[in-house]
């Protein structure tokens, strides 16, 4: 049973870079089909979709936040990461992993991490 | 870019159906899916491919996709049920979701 789970700071300071791990679990980032994913979730709002990376070693970015953000893959350590600069209190968020692209889902985000909270503040 | 339009509240009676739509241009001519979110934690997918449901989501989640809408129906809402409820679609390769839709149950 594949898990993710997310790991980084929980307070950032405004300019700085935001970085955060995606830890997977009973699988592998270098296996199958997937989208491994990050999305965000500002307080009290809705789920906003960062990017991913593809298996095949591409990715894909929000354009509203393309110019800030990375993600990348270890496959040696089997973990993906987000980097977000020139962060700002509209960074503010929970921070979700989430693996999409299962045979059994189609491209649907079927496993999720438990998300965790960035606050940005000096 | 791409959008897709949810209510921002549904109320329903314990027992009675629950339908959430999601509005986007010609989203019929793609798989729409569903997430439930309960207070603290993370979502769950109820419905992919507009209309299949995972494993161990209950049968009375349905979904359907036409047109320009897409719909999320429960059907003898419980208690339970009640929570915040997102679409999602891709287009062009990126990944759009709703605003989200908060179910009442009462």
């Known amino acids: 049973q594949v898990q993710v789970q997310e790991s980084g700071p929980g307070l950032v300071k405004p300019s700085e870079t935001l970085s955060l791990t995606c830890s997977v679990s009973g699988g592998s980032v270098s296996s199958g089909s997937y989208y491994w994913t990050w999305i965000r979730q500002p307080p009290g709002k809705g789920l906003e979709w960062i990017g991913y990376f593809y298996y095949s070693g591409s990715t894909n970015y929000n354009p509203s936040l393309k110019s800030r953000v990375t993600i990348s893959v270890d496959t040696s350590k089997s973990h993906f990461s987000l980097k977000v600069s020139s962060v700002t209190a509209a960074d503010t968020a929970v921070y979700y992993c989430a693996r999409g692209g299962s045979s059994s889902v189609g491209d649907a985000f079927d496993i999720w991490g438990q998300g965790t909270m960035v606050t940005v503040s000096s | 870019s791409y959008e897709l339009t949810q209510p921002p509240s549904v109320s329903v009676s314990p027992g009675q159906t629950a339908s959430i739509t999601c509005s986007g241009d010609k989203l019929g001519d793609k798989y729409a899916c569903w997430y439930q979110q309960k207070p603290g934690q993370s979502p769950v997918l109820v419905i992919y491919?507009?209309?299949k449901r995972p494993s161990g989501i209950p049968e009375r989640f349905s979904g359907s996709n036409s047109g320009n809408t897409a719909t999320l129906t429960i059907s003898g809402t419980q208690a339970m049920d009640e929570a915040d409820y997102y679409c999602q679609a891709w287009d062009s390769r990126t990944v759009v979701f709703g605003g989200g839709t908060k179910l009442t149950v009462l």
């Open positions: 491919q507009d209309n």
